[in-house]
């Protein structure tokens, strides 16, 4: 079983930068994600990769997330740039032995789940 833990949250101002790192005890999955929930919110899918190079980005993120992996160090990051009040959550980091080639946004696909980050974004 995949063992996943977050680190990195914050707090920060809009605008500022965070860079989200997940950890594994293994790097036998084949996709990775980034998930964020709000407060009342559903769990939504930010970021994934793919066989690690396809990367997929939710449309409220792209141009300022950047996701990446380290397969040497079992490490995946989520580089968040130029961020807003509404990225404020918990960010979840998620595994799956899958290739979710179109469907990496979908929380519902994944099967292994790290116990979460907190973000927040003042303005």
């Known amino acids: 079983q995949v063992q996943l833990v977050e680190s990195g949250g914050g707090s920060v101002q809009a605008g500022g930068s965070l860079r989200l790192s997940c950890a594994a005890s293994e790097d036998t999955y084949s996709t990775m994600g980034w998930f964020r929930q709000g407060p009342g919110n559903e769990r939504e899918g930010i970021a994934a990769?793919?066989?690690?190079?396809?990367?997929l980005y939710a449309d409220s993120v792209k141009g300022r997330f950047t996701i990446s992996q380290d397969n040497a160090k079992k490490m995946v990051y989520l580089q968040m740039n130029s961020l807003k009040p509404e990225d404020s959550g918990t960010y979840y980091c998620?595994?799956?032995?899958?290739?979710?080639?179109?469907?990496?946004?979908?929380?519902?696909?994944?099967?292994?789940w790290g116990q979460g980050t907190q973000v927040t974004v003042s303005s």
């Open positions: 998620a595994a799956v032995r899958l290739w979710l080639w179109s469907a990496g946004l979908s929380p519902s696909r994944y099967t292994v």
């Open positions: 990769i793919v066989a690690g190079y396809v990367t």
